[in-house]
């Protein structure tokens, strides 16, 4: 599994007298499978809380793993597979391109690779005419595509992005679907929060709920 969070033994909240089918999905509640695109939508923050918090495995009863490795075991080797874009997308307030480069050296690219790296992503995600420009002046939809190349740089398995579809215009939307489709279909997996759910049946090949910090119920999404 790309992704895979149980509840523990000391956490499982099965009731008593379930069957061992019902004690199963409440031990194991969320699974997803190499070059899904699935989303976790909400009403307010939980879908963000849920993804940041993941990659802590400081949550008691839940243990979480990212291609079979497990977040309390070997956290370094999960950064290495995980590329985040954080609440409220945080960037640090340089030039474009600088934002790029430093995301990829941060992740332990060689300066010359990361420099490539950024040179691709610019292009790729319609970036070359605001490179040189601050981050403080980008529109939400050039920051959620700067925020994307950032975890993208160092070649990730798995993206954990939080609303990188809300609030951004139809030009971005656009580019940053076509990157997820790309890269789902080449490299890895992808979960991403949102509040819309018509945004979420829309991009996303799976679909589940997030309400105070669990996963409430998942289904697939509509063709799309």
Same mark, same amino acid.
């Given at each position: 599994?790309? !992704?895979?969070?149980?509840?523990?033994?000391?956490?499982?909240?099965?009731?008593?007298?379930?069957?061992?089918?019902?004690?199963?999905?409440?031990?194991?509640p !969320?699974?997803?499978?190499?070059?899904?695109?699935v989303? &976790?939508?909400?009403?307010?923050?939980?879908?963000?809380?849920?993804?940041?918090?993941? !990659?802590?495995?400081?949550?008691?009863?839940?243990?979480v793993?990212?291609?079979?490795?497990d977040?309390?075991?070997?956290?370094?080797?999960?950064?290495?597979l995980v590329?985040?874009?954080?609440?409220?997308?945080p960037?640090?307030?340089?030039?474009?391109?600088?934002a790029?480069?430093?995301?990829?050296?941060?992740?332990?690219?060689?300066?010359?690779?990361?420099?490539?790296?950024?040179?691709?992503?610019?292009?790729v995600?319609?970036?070359?005419?605001v490179? /040189? &420009?601050?981050?403080?002046?980008?529109?939400?939809?050039?920051?959620?595509?700067?925020?994307?190349? *950032?975890?993208?740089?160092?070649?990730?398995k798995?993206?954990?992005? *939080? /609303?990188? !579809?809300?609030g951004?215009?139809?030009? +971005?939307?656009?580019?940053?679907c076509?990157?997820? +489709?790309?890269?789902?279909?080449?490299?890895g997996?992808?979960?991403?929060?949102?509040?819309s759910?018509?945004?979420?049946?829309?991009?996303a090949?799976?679909?589940?709920?997030?309400?105070?910090?669990?996963?409430? *119920?998942?289904?697939?999404?509509?063709?799309?």
């Amino acid at each position: 599994m790309a !992704l895979e969070v149980r509840h523990t033994a000391d956490g499982a909240s099965g009731a008593p007298g379930a069957g061992a089918a019902s004690q199963a999905r409440e031990r194991c509640p !969320l699974r997803i499978e190499p070059h899904a695109c699935v989303a &976790a939508v909400s009403d307010d923050d939980a879908a963000d809380w849920f993804l940041a918090r993941l !990659l802590r495995g400081d949550r008691p009863g839940r243990s979480v793993s990212v291609y079979g490795v497990d977040v309390r075991t070997d956290r370094a080797a999960v950064q290495r597979l995980v590329g985040m874009v954080s609440v409220g997308m945080p960037l640090p307030e340089v030039p474009v391109r600088d934002a790029l480069v430093t995301a990829g050296r941060h992740k332990g690219l060689a300066a010359e690779a990361a420099s490539q790296r950024t040179a691709d992503l610019t292009d790729v995600l319609g970036l070359r005419a605001v490179e /040189h &420009a601050a981050v403080s002046g980008l529109s939400p939809g050039q920051r959620s595509r700067v925020a994307l190349g *950032c975890a993208l740089l160092h070649v990730p398995k798995l993206l954990l992005l *939080c /609303h990188p !579809l809300d609030g951004v215009d139809s030009a +971005s939307e656009k580019i940053i679907c076509r990157v997820l +489709s790309r890269y789902t279909a080449s490299t890895g997996t992808v979960v991403f929060s949102t509040r819309s759910r018509t945004t979420a049946h829309r991009v996303a090949g799976r679909v589940f709920s997030v309400h105070d910090d669990e996963v409430c *119920c998942g289904c697939p999404s509509a063709p799309h």
